[in-house]
């Protein structure tokens, strides 16, 4: 196991590298330069700033001057946001994602697996259509759509929460909700479809005859075989949560990395998006690696040999 | 032959297939007595594991009809939790494939040890894990402390059949059905796993119900054999009379399909086409008339009942009188009768 994860950590580095070569190529194919919104500076002055932050050099000289920092742990500065530099920005933009995605996923994804329970019990039943309605909406309902219908009625009619900004834990109530719905709702699909299908195999066949009663059979022998499909599903979508999604940050003030990432973006700060992207990447390869043990956790049928993928 | 274990009566399982039922088990009545073995045969399709499903109550969608008794007991009554107990209990089974039968994720032991702690919740955890691992070992698992910590991936087809047969006689039942044990195993380990069976049956005082469509294993384990053609039984006699003494065309057929039979010319009396799908089954009149088109009308029952031809065998339709395979004479009516 130790060394499975040594390697796989090995080959992650290896990843990283790679990830961080096309992105730095890429971002330069980009159209525009980093001043091209500075308008008051004069001719010279902006022979200045290209020659401070390196702009000048060759391109592949730039490369190597990079990766030489990040192979330090250095990130370089931001061109915007005051110089501030790129670890700064990304400890600080990050918790707010963090904490917000991974209560979504929690959330989402244990109440996904109820819904999708009860719909596979009460399968063909009335609450077997109701949660399949409910499914169908939160997957298909952009979600800006259920921010808006939260701040109005549990933050502006019913002064329940906040309705927006960062700071309390009650901050983080509304955005979270409007998160949740997208995983809660793949995850009560999952489960549903899943569950029948276990339900009508035969070694659940097998477990009735042996006279497990029936909560025996859903929740001893059906769930933990249905969730190896949806823990291959939710991996991803972890990332994406955790992230941080542009939408409901901006909808909800929330000073999170999704939002930084756009703007970073539109204004070709090279240092804080290749920051930014490296840190999503590290964090894909590492949910990714958990899911691998995750699966080696719940099903001995996968080993974790040293293999990688 | 000893006490009634089992009596099924009238029995009829009917599948809904697009808002009609069809019955799939369609007036089937049976005895099973205590140390006996009662094989089923019939062609795939006749409805024999649908037979052994309703008397497990295992189908959760299928309309059954009859009385299925218990040592006199009607479990077709029976709420769910009555059920439960008597499943894996009173009453076990053994299934067909053994690569699905076990769940996947579970290790053989707890497997095992569920269906004792199940009916017999006085064993402790060691006497548990002690009573799962001596019943490894009956059923023939060479290192049975090991396996029992082991996952069903890691074992063979034969293994794990054996492993299911260990579930299935882990609370000695009296009453195990046994659906198709062997078919879905290759020739050495089918005849391992019918020793077994052989020699389990020595030690119990079960009554057996083995279903199969090969009838050397009929030979080999049955004392009293029902033949089901189409949901119905079409034979029913001890071991000895129905080979020696085969009466419906379609045992007759049965037999004379069994490679290596006495018969020379058996080749020739294998009545050919299947058993028709549910939806498309003639429930008027005889249900096997279809096959044998070569026999004139006139001799057909409008609806054949079971009749008992002798001490306790019964056959359906009076027609066996009657029948004649294409190459034999119509006169000739020794065949299988000698
Ligand atoms: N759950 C079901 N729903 C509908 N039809 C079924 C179901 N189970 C079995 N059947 C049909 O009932 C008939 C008997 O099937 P089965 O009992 O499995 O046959 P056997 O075990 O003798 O091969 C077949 O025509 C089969 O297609
Ligand atoms: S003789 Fe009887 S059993 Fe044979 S096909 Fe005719 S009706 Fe059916
Ligand atoms: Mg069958």
């Given at each position: ?6 390697r ?11 990830i961080?070569t ?20 004069s ?13 000048n050099?060759p ?59 009860i ?20 997957t ?14 549990l ?58 009663t029936?909560?025996?059979?859903i ?90 993928r | ?25 369609d ?12 094989a ?7 409805g ?11 189908h959760n ?7 299925i008794?218990f040592?006199?007991?009607?479990v ?5 939790g ?15 494939d053994?690569?699905?039968a ?31 691992i ?45 659906d198709?044990?062997?078919?879905a ?82 080749k020739?009396?294998?009545i ?29 029952e ?37």
């Amino acid at each position: 196991m130790l060394r499975y994860i040594l390697r796989r950590i090995f080959y992650m580095i290896i990843t990283l590298f790679i990830i961080a070569t096309v992105t730095f190529f890429l971002m330069k194919l980009l159209p525009g330069s980093p001043l091209s919104a500075e308008n008051k500076l004069s001719e010279s002055q902006r022979e200045v700033v290209l020659e401070k932050y390196g702009l000048n050099d060759p391109i592949p000289v730039q490369y190597v001057n990079y990766m030489t920092g990040l192979v330090r742990g250095d990130l370089g500065i931001s061109f915007h946001f005051d110089n501030t530099p790129v670890t700064d920005i990304l400890i600080n933009r990050m918790p707010p994602s963090m904490v917000l995605g991974g209560q979504a996923l929690i959330f989402g994804t244990i109440a996904g697996i109820l819904f999708g329970l009860i719909a596979a019990i009460y399968h063909n039943g009335w609450l077997d259509y109701t949660s399949t309605v409910i499914a169908v909406l939160g997957t298909s309902i952009p979600s800006f759509v259920f921010a808006g219908l939260l701040q109005w009625y549990l933050a502006n009619e019913w002064g329940l929460f906040p309705v927006a900004l960062w700071g309390t834990y009650a901050h983080t109530v509304l955005p979270t909700i409007a998160l949740a719905i997208f995983p809660m709702a793949t995850a009560a699909r999952f489960t549903r479809t899943e569950m029948l299908e276990v339900l009508g195999s035969d070694y659940i066949t097998t477990a009735r005859a042996k006279g497990v009663t029936e909560s025996g059979i859903i929740f001893k022998h059906g769930l933990r075989n249905s969730l190896i499909p949806l823990v291959t599903v939710m991996g991803p979508m972890a990332v994406s949560l955790m992230t941080g999604t542009l939408v409901i940050e901006k909808i909800f003030a929330v000073p999170g990395i999704g939002e930084q990432f756009v703007s970073s973006i539109e204004v070709l700060d090279y240092p804080t998006i290749m920051g930014t992207t490296l840190l999503f990447s590290v964090l894909f390869i590492v949910i990714l690696l958990v899911i691998d043990i995750l699966y080696g956790l719940i099903d001995p049928r996968i080993r974790l040999t040293g293999g990688g993928r | 032959m000893n006490e009634k274990l089992l009596e099924i009566k009238n029995l009829k399982t009917s599948f809904r297939i697009e808002d009609q039922y069809y019955a799939a088990v369609d007036d089937v009545s049976l005895t099973v007595n205590e140390n006996e073995v009662l094989a089923i045969v019939g062609e795939s399709g006749c409805g024999k594991s649908a037979l052994a499903f309703s008397l497990m109550r295992l189908h959760n969608r299928a309309k059954i009809e009859g009385d299925i008794l218990f040592k006199g007991d009607d479990v077709t009554n029976y709420s769910a939790g009555q059920v439960n107990k008597l499943r894996g209990n009173e009453m076990s089974m053994i299934f067909q494939d053994p690569l699905t039968a076990l769940n996947p994720l579970m290790k053989i032991g707890d497997q095992i040890g569920e269906v004792l702690l199940l009916h017999k919740g006085k064993f402790s955890n060691l006497n548990r894990k002690q009573k799962a691992i001596s019943l490894l070992d009956k059923v023939g698992i060479a290192r049975p402390e090991h396996v029992y910590e082991q996952f069903p991936h890691e074992l063979s087809g034969g293994m794990r059949q054996r492993v299911v047969i260990a579930i299935a006689i882990a609370n000695d039942p009296e009453v195990l059905i046994a659906d198709e044990p062997t078919t879905a195993l290759d020739a050495t380990i089918q005849s391992q796993i019918l020793d077994l069976l052989n020699e389990l049956k020595e030690n119990m005082n079960a009554g057996i119900i083995l279903i199969t469509h090969d009838l050397g294993v009929v030979a080999e384990m049955a004392d009293r054999v029902a033949v089901m053609y189409a949901g119905q039984i079409v034979e029913v006699a001890d071991v000895h009379a129905l080979f020696g003494m085969p009466q419906h065309p379609y045992t007759r057929s049965l037999l004379s399909s069994v490679p290596n039979a006495e018969s020379v010319d058996s080749k020739l009396h294998v009545i050919q086409g299947i058993v028709p799908s549910l939806k498309n089954l003639t429930r008027e009149g005889c249900r096997f008339r279809s096959r044998i088109p070569w026999i004139d009308e006139s001799v057909h029952e409008k609806s054949p009942e079971l009749h008992e031809i002798s001490p306790n065998h019964f056959v359906r339709c009076t027609c066996y009188k009657n029948f004649y395979f294409p190459d034999e004479k119509k006169e000739d009516k020794r065949h299988g009768i000698s």
